[in-house]
């Protein structure tokens, strides 16, 4: 008897995850990097730093997200969705040629803040790929300081 019932659960829960599949399909975005807007290109950021921010800032806030496996598979890709979505309107990297010069500064203020403060990547992000090192870190912010001093220096 309670065989049978688990049995018939477990079908159920099989039926359930494989008909949310078809509910919604997130639609998936990547679109060409352009030279003209992207922040490493436009700030002629290279080698390691660009990796870094490429591979653990670019999935949730850029136009080039390399979405994981996983992120196709319903439930998890409403989570995964929005939150790449969610990111991508806060601050986007592939747009940062179209901030104005205000805009640019406090992003690269909260850009410092959020990865010094160990807030940025998202948990959701750090359980699978890992937390920064305080290596890594004190690149960005380093990086982000010699950027304001930068656009603090241009006239304007
Ligand atoms: C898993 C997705 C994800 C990853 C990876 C990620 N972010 Fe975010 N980020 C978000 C979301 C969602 C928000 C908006 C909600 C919030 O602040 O929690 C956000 C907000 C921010 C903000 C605040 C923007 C503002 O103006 O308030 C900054 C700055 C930021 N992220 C920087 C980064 C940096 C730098 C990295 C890489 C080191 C990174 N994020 C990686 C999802 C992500």
């Given amino acids: ?15 359930g995850l494989v008909v949310i599949q078809f509910i919604s399909r997130p639609e998936q975005l990547a679109e060409p990097i352009d030279a ?8 002629g950021v290279n080698g390691e730093l660009r990796d870094l921010i490429q591979s653990t800032c670019y999935d949730c806030h850029s ?4 979405y ?5 598979i319903a439930p998890i890709s409403w989570w995964t969705n929005e939150h790449m979505e969610h990111g991508r309107e806060e601050l986007n ?5 179209t901030y104005s010069k205000r805009r640019k500064d406090h992003k690269l203020d909260e ?4 990865v010094s403060a160990g807030k940025m990547p998202l948990p959701s992000y750090t359980w699978v790929h890992g937390k920064l090192s305080e290596a890594q ?6 990086w982000v ?6 656009l603090a220096a241009e006239d304007n």
């Avoid at 990297?93 to 040629?97: D, H, L, M, P, T």
């Avoid at 850009?111 to 959020?114: A, H």
């Avoid at 870190?137 to 380093?142: A, G, H, L, R, V």
């Fill in 36 to 43: 003209e807007n992207d922040m490493m290109a436009l700030l």
């Fill in 93 to 97: 990297f592939s747009n940062w040629g």
């Fill in 145 to 150: 300081d010699s950027e304001r001093a930068k």
């Fill in 63 to 66: 136009n080039q997200p390399d």
């Fill in 1 to 15: 008897m309670f065989k049978k019932i688990m049995k018939y659960i477990l079908t159920m829960l099989f039926l």
């Fill in 111 to 114: 850009i410092g803040e959020e």
């Fill in 137 to 142: 870190k004190k690149m960005i912010q380093d």
């Fill in 68 to 72: 994981p496996w996983y992120s196709s």
